[in-house]
């Protein structure tokens, strides 16, 4: 399923998370220069020492995937079905790396926010982190029957491709947190929410006469773009200097 939106040739290192039974790993090892197949779980490990030991352009490596370097994206393509309850972690931790692109099956529902417009029910921390460090391609949803065992919810297949950042950031976590807290009033007016963020955080960042005069302060929080979110941060670090 994910090959003909991959472009594999035999020249790509793929890497696989979350390997299982190794069946999507015997169709990647056919097509690609090598595979490394990574898989947590020590009895599907044995498995899949069994399956592909006819393969010899197959790594397994028996580890979680969280604890890697993440140097072992780079130069990569990704092409997996991970375990739903990494996705969020797996997928920053992929597009921070120098990856060449990824597509990976996720919870449909986890897809849906992925690639949220701003404005949309769906945007969120989530649609915003990721479109600063990647461009967001929503391939197919994916029918729950298709994998084994079966899951609960229907899927989607995701592809990612690096992008250029839309500005620099000095300080990413500092700013990315600052996105995080304001969210949590996603439905309020700007101004307001960012009253009560500074209440609970830097009391002493701004004036509050200056909260009359920030960007966007009439819209709701859902509604920023991650470039506003940017201009609305520096307002406030530009604020908190003078």
Do not use: W
């Not at 999507?24 to 595979?35: D, I, Q």
């Not at 993440?70 to 991970?82: C, D, H, L, M, V």
């Not at 009033?185 to 009560?196: G, M, P, S, Y």
């Amino acid at each position: 399923m994910q090959l003909e939106y991959s472009n594999l040739n035999r020249d790509d290192i793929v890497v696989e998370v979350g390997a299982g039974l190794g069946t999507l790993t015997k169709y990647l090892a056919k097509n690609a220069k090598k595979v490394i197949a990574i898989e947590s779980d020590q009895k599907l490990v044995e498995v899949l020492q069994n399956e592909l030991s006819v393969y010899k352009n197959i790594e397994i490596i028996p580890e979680d995937v969280l604890k890697l370097d993440s140097k072992i994206f780079e130069g990569t393509k990704i092409i997996s079905n991970p375990p739903y309850k990494i996705s969020s972690p797996l997928t920053f931790k992929i597009i921070e790396a120098s990856y060449i692109l990824s597509l990976m099956s996720y919870q449909k529902e986890f897809a849906d926010r992925m690639g949220a417009q701003p404005g949309s029910r769906q945007s969120g921390r989530l649609s915003l982190g990721i479109s600063y460090y990647a461009n967001v391609e929503y391939l197919k949803v994916i029918p729950r029957g298709y994998f084994y065992p079966m899951p609960k919810v229907d899927s989607a297949l995701i592809r990612l491709t690096p992008c250029a950042p839309p500005f620099d950031l000095l300080n990413k976590k500092d700013f990315f947190e600052f996105v995080r807290i304001l969210f949590s009033f996603r439905n309020k007016i700007v101004k307001h929410a960012l009253n009560l963020y500074l209440k609970r955080n830097i009391p002493e960042m701004i004036e509050k006469n200056k909260l009359n005069n920030i960007p966007f302060g009439n819209e709701r929080v859902f509604q920023l773009s991650l470039s506003q979110f940017h201009e609305l941060y520096q307002f406030l670090t530009v604020s908190k200097e003078d």
